[in-house]
């Protein structure tokens, strides 16, 4: 029961870890002091279910990652209007010479040009030049790169945004399958130390009898070797408490030095499936964010590609500029000038530049294109799983439960029997293994049922 308990924490945390995985390539994201706040005031909390979803949707690290990347998206959509907008610059130029062509156009720009100026024209000697301008730059046309640029920024805005509802979802299905583990190890944990308990009981009556000679020795060795594995089952129950806790505490954003305890819940709900396979995939195929930020890719990839299409028309760009040309700092509204115009340029040949980076936006938006469709692949596939998997459980905790009555009655008629001397101790040992193997496989149905049914929600899109 246990192995599969951590077995299916083990499926269920997979998505966090991929996440995980992936958002190590980002930058480091700033301190959040909210989240300190609220680590800080974690220690010693019991949390609930619901508790502990709250507190993983507020502290997770993969979620705060998430909404940072959401907020450089934004950012990355304000650099992308920027080109719609004016461009000004401040700048200040100096030039010092003696070449005839420059002189003769700083004496010229300086409104230093007199009758004599031409005497010198070959040989004019050093001068220098102080320039300050203010110059702005508009773009007239970009061959709708610009245009192209800012609906993919806005469309990266979007994909964050799904990023964070499928790390929301994931999440959520992952805090929920580790507090169930880790009340099903509890359980299992009560039901090794009631073996030993019942186990070390008889053991000692059994001694006591083999002393009096009225039992063998081999059902004293037998209750040995059965109080040894049952004190085994314990230290492996306990150990199935830690891990499942420390699961928890890694979801919750919690450190390894902070202390808390899971409530366990009074009345457990009933895990149900009530939906055709079918009705689920279309849902899931409605609601997942990860199906949503796949065909957002796509848009983005085309986007994209305009973009590179776009550097075989002409640019244009409307520019001004403001300043003066004198011989010393300062300014004087004498020798100011002022230049504006219109460019226009066009690349005849980039050396295959365009070509290349056409050709590689277009294979990105096939591949993105690819990854829709393995996307939906791989949720169809999931939901299915899921629900056959609840199926089972379901299944499994309706044949547990009847189980469990039959194991008590057998475990009760082996007592009276070896009671009244018609049984061996071999035989008794025998029904109370299994009626608490019963016990531990209903308290494993249940909470695999309830992981199971948290697993298709997540399938399906539920806590996006």
């Known amino acids: 029961m246990l192995k599969t308990t951590r077995n299916n924490l083990a499926l269920s945390l997979l998505p966090i870890l991929m996440l995980s995985n992936l958002s190590a390539a980002a930058d480091h994201s700033s301190p959040n002091p909210a989240g300190k706040t609220m680590a800080e005031k974690s220690a010693g909390q019991s ?11 507020s502290n997770n690290p993969d979620l705060q990652i998430a909404t940072e990347r959401l907020g450089q998206a934004e950012a990355q959509l304000g650099v992308a209007l920027s080109a719609f907008y004016p461009q000004v610059t401040a700048k200040v130029g100096y030039d010092h010479s003696n070449n005839p062509a420059q002189v003769f156009s700083m004496i010229v720009a300086q409104r230093d040009f007199g009758p004599n100026s031409i005497n010198n024209i070959n040989n004019p000697g050093y001068r220098q030049n102080f320039r300050p301008e203010i110059i702005g730059k508009l773009s007239l046309f970009r061959g709708g790169q610009d245009y192209q640029n800012s609906k993919a920024a806005e469309l990266g805005i979007s994909a964050a945004e799904f990023e964070r509802s499928s790390v929301r979802n994931a999440l959520i299905e992952a805090v929920t399958a580790s507090y169930y583990a880790y009340l099903a190890a509890q359980e299992a944990h009560k039901v090794a130390q009631d073996s030993i308990s019942a186990i070390t009981s008889e053991l000692k009556q059994t001694k006591l009898r083999y002393e009096e000679g009225t039992t063998l020795k081999s059902d004293v060795l037998s209750l040995e070797v059965k109080s ?64 949503k930020a796949a065909a957002n890719q796509v848009e983005i990839a085309q986007a994209k590609l305009k973009s590179e299409q776009g550097a075989y028309l002409p640019r244009a760009d409307a520019y001004v500029s403001y300043g003066q040309n004198s011989q010393s700092p300062g300014f004087s509204s004498s020798k100011d000038n002022v230049t504006a115009g219109v460019s226009v340029e066009m690349d005849l040949f980039s050396g295959l530049e365009t070509k290349n980076r056409v050709s590689a936006a277009e294979r990105k938006a096939a591949e993105t294109r690819e990854t829709e469709r393995k996307t939906k692949l791989a949720i169809e596939q999931e939901v299915k799983i899921a629900f056959l998997k609840l199926e ?11 189980s469990v009555a039959a194991a008590d009655e057998a475990l009760r008629l082996v007592n009276e029997q070896r009671r009244a001397e018609t049984e061996t101790i071999t035989r008794y040992i025998e029904a109370e293994v299994a009626r608490n193997n019963a016990h531990s496989n209903t308290i494993a149905a249940h909470y695999d049922a309830l992981s199971a049914e948290a697993a298709l929600k997540k399938a399906v899109g539920d806590w996006k």
């Open 392 to 402: 089972e459980a379901l299944a499994r905790m309706r044949v547990t439960e009847a």
């Open 228 to 291: 040894a594995e049952a004190q085994e089952a314990q230290i492996k129950t306990a150990n199935g408490i830690e891990l499942a806790k420390t699961s928890i505490a890694t979801l919750l954003g919690l450190s390894a030095d902070q202390t808390f305890t899971v409530a366990s819940s009074s009345m457990l709900p009933e895990p149900k499936l009530t939906t055709s396979f079918n009705d689920l995939l279309e849902l899931a195929m409605t609601q997942r964010p990860e199906v």
């Open 47 to 57: 949390f609930t279910l619901d508790q502990a979803i709250d507190y993983a949707l």
